[in-house]
């Protein structure tokens, strides 16, 4: 077997790193200002570095910060970000986007954005763009350290085998949430660095002995990932179990090398622990930050925990943005699937008894880095409902990583290393790419945008024209539907066309909303236009705006029925609708756009009598349900569609009485005009309820009739039975009746 040489790790490892630069670059570009977890705080710690030279303050009753955050990460960030002039920070919150969140774990652009972007959100036009890109690709340099730092931990476990640590190297460097997280400003980025170099320290004390150099080297990593992230504090406990198996032999040179290692992380964060402690009465101020940020104390179950873990692991690899943006998932089931094979594999190297997992206690330290990190973000959810993210894992991405790679190393051959570690490499550099090109800048596209000249022309025309105090605003055009019917749980896709006739400053609130049988609302949709990305603030005169809204129709809709399409704007302030004219100048009276059809959730169930009846070549009467009480009679018709139909008939139900005189009828659309038959499919069952109104009959033998006719004419349906033959008067025979005295 032909050994990687030096000079090839090298070159590759540059390949890896070069990469993981430009992608996570490009992560920082294309994420619009501020959409990264909690930016705007991380941000503005560094701006009130660089103003005042001191740490911000979270003051009792002056909202959310974090002000109590370890300083490192924001000094670093306030170094590199000085010279950006005085920003606008302090307008972002206003561009809040009230919709934001909606449906929070669908994959897609629907609100997937916190703030409103306007086209001043740019390069050269705003400081505070200027300013987050700045410290984002200083951020992505942190990152691009801490994938070397996975490859040297790797070499340490593998000093014969680079393609291993070049194998965990470009897992770890191409994960979407770390891609993410690197190309943002967020101090998850210094504990990544940070505690993968105490990681590196452990490895190299226990493969080469404690000396006081790396020694101090680990002590530093430590209290300098302390002054990072409280998540480093984990890998304080991994310290104490490497330095007890590198001094197992003595507990004099335990003491001595503890005390180093430990009191020079203790020298680091000793005076920002005084500064905790005298602030918020806690070293780690997080008392006062459930205070603030609102975070209540409530029961945590057994049962969050599999929810949580669901969450800690899929937000481990790619949960973009505020978390809001997730990935496909059948993506996190392939990922599962890889790292329980992982697992197999690492559980397989120790059931064979592997020089490298029994014998190796490089190989338990990394696993403890895990275990020591995750079980306290689990433990947690118990004592405080605060949430766990996948990024608070980065500090031991090396430990992650290595063992991943080895795991799934211990399924083949060593002389197929260097193909899996190129396999894994290029297929989590797909995924990374995928996470940027498929998932996160699609979650922040703005709507197509035409001019009147090449702007398409809706299927459904409207040219209705809204008014702002009198003034044309906007003219809807008309709009397109994804589908004609739809079902009970399904999303309707509605696309508006809006030209734009003038300019406003007002955020105007688009609603759309769907009602089915009886007017009961069914689906209800209200965002701001673009789904959130192009309010009615960004809209130009002369623009032509297709504006595709998903409305979900709710799960217990009624069904078969005619859907009502209603449409409009209104003051999301007052609630107040704009008003509406038509292409004539006249008002119009209704937000009624169009309709649609709502399919049944299920099939109608059997007839308890049955009927072969027909009426034209289109419907047939299967069966009915009849149920009398004194006053009046409950029939329900069972319609079966054959075939198409143009027009909308009306159901006729007469009772005739034994004198051949008509005493009640039950005239009207089929489903009470909830469902008319130029709607109805081949294949359909329909059952039309009727109440015939029975009181006051004398006794006699009476006849049921029923049939369809034209309401604009009054011609009937021609009625046959099942021979074929036509019925007298298109009316067919239901049933007798026999009333008694």
């Known amino acids: 077997m032909v050994r990687m040489s030096e000079r090839g790790a090298r070159t590759w490892l540059i390949g890896i790193l070069t990469a993981f630069v430009l992608l996570a670059s490009v992560y920082a570009y294309v994420t619009p200002t501020l959409e990264a977890p909690d930016e705007i705080y991380h941000y503005d710690y560094i701006r009130s570095l660089v103003k005042t030279g001191r740490p911000p303050v979270l003051e009792v009753g002056g909202g ?36 934001f969140g909606y449906r929070f774990g669908d994959v897609g ?53 680079p393609e291993m640590a070049l194998g965990a190297a470009g897992l770890a460097a191409f994960i979407p ?39 101090v ?36 040179d335990l003491l001595r090398w503890a005390l180093i290692v430990f ?120 004592l405080r409902p605060m949430p766990n993210f996948g990024r608070y894992l980065f500090p031991v991405l090396p430990a992650i990583a290595v063992l991943l790679f080895a795991g799934l190393a211990a399924w083949l051959p060593r002389r197929y290393y260097r193909h899996l570690a190129l396999g894994v490499t290029l297929a989590m550099l797909a995924l990374g790419v995928a996470g940027l090109v498929c998932f996160l800048a699609p979650a922040y596209a703005r709507p197509p945008v035409y001019d009147t000249a090449t702007a398409p022309e809706p299927a459904r025309r409207l040219d209705w024209v809204y008014l702002e105090a009198g003034r044309p605003l906007a003219r809807l055009r008309g709009y397109d539907l994804d589908r004609e019917a739809a079902e009970p749980g399904e999303k309707v896709r509605v696309t508006l066309y809006w030209e734009v006739l003038g300019e406003t400053p007002t955020n105007y609130v688009l609603f759309a909303q769907l009602f089915g049988r009886e007017g009961a609302k069914v689906g209800q949709r209200d965002t701001y236009p673009g789904l959130g990305h192009y309010p009615t ?77 027909r009426l034209g070549d289109a419907i047939a009467l299967i069966g009915y349900d009849l149920e009398d009480s004194p006053d009046e009679l409950h029939l329900t018709l069972h319609w079966a569609c054959l075939a198409p139909l143009e027009r909308d008939y009306t159901v006729f139900v007469h009772l005739i009485g034994p004198d051949g005189t008509l005493v009640a009828q039950a005239d009207g659309p089929p489903v009470d005009g909830d469902y008319p038959t130029s709607l109805w499919a081949p294949g359909e069952i329909i059952a039309d309820e009727r109440i015939i109104s029975a009181e006051g009959l004398p006794s006699g033998t009476y006849r049921l009739r029923v049939g369809m006719y034209l309401l604009e004419t009054g011609e009937r349906l021609p009625a046959f039975d099942g021979q074929g033959t036509r019925l007298p008067a298109d009316a067919i025979p239901l049933t007798t009746l026999e009333v008694q005295p």
């Not at 955050?69 to 972002?92: C, K, Q, T």
């Not at 190309?183 to 006081?212: F, H, Q």
């Not at 009276?589 to 009846?613: M, Q």
């Open 537 to 613: 603030s960004f809209w130009r005169t002369g623009q032509v705006i297709a504006d595709a809204v998903p409305i979900p129709v709710n799960q217990d809709a009624a069904g078969p029925s005619r859907l009502r399409l209603d449409v409009g704007l209104y003051e999301r302030e007052t609630g107040k609708r704009l008003a509406v004219v038509d292409g004539t100048g006249h008002p119009v009276g209704t937000a009624t756009a169009g309709w649609l059809k709502l399919a049944s959730a299920g099939e109608v169930p059997p007839p308890p009598v049955f009927t072969d009846y």
């Open 217 to 252: 080297g680990l002590g530093l990593a430590l209290g300098l990932g302390w002054l990072s992230k409280l998540t480093v504090v984990s890998l304080v406990l991994t310290a104490v179990l490497t330095l007890v198996i590198a001094c197992y032999r003595s507990w004099r």
């Open 109 to 161: 652009r629907d609100n997937k954005n916190l703030y409103l972007h306007p086209d001043d959100d740019a390069f050269g036009r705003s400081d505070t763009w200027l300013g987050i890109r700045v410290v984002r690709w200083a951020s992505v340099i942190l990152g691009a350290i801490t994938v070397w730092v996975v490859y040297r931990v790797g070499r340490e476990l593998f000093p014969d085998r």
């Open 64 to 99: 959310r910060g974090f002000g109590h955050h370890a300083p490192l990460y924001y000094a670093y960030g306030a170094l590199i970000s000085f010279w950006v002039r005085e920003n606008d920070l302090e307008e972002w919150p206003a561009r809040h986007n009230p919709f």
């Open 263 to 382: 009191g020079v992380a203790a020298l680091l964060i000793a005076p920002w622990l005084v500064r905790q402690t005298v602030l918020y009465g806690d070293p780690t101020g997080t008392a006062r930050e459930m205070t603030e940020w609102g975070l209540r104390e409530r029961p945590v179950t057994l049962a969050d925990l599999g929810p949580d873990l669901y969450w800690l692991r899929t937000s481990f690899w790619g949960r973009l943005g505020y978390n809001q943006i997730p990935l496909s998932g059948w993506i996190y089931t392939l990922l599962d699937i890889v790292s329980l094979l992982a697992l197999l594999g690492l559980l397989r190297l120790v059931l064979r008894h592997s020089p490298f997992a029994i014998r190796n206690p490089q190989f338990a330290i990394l696993i403890a880095s895990v275990l020591f990190t995750a079980g306290p973000l689990i433990v947690r959810r118990f």
């Open 177 to 215: 949430e770390f891609l993410f997280i690197s190309g943002a400003v967020n101090d998850d980025n210094g504990a990544a660095l940070w505690g993968a170099l105490a990681l590196w320290a452990m490895m190299r004390i226990l493969r080469k002995g404690p000396t006081l150099r790396r020694c």
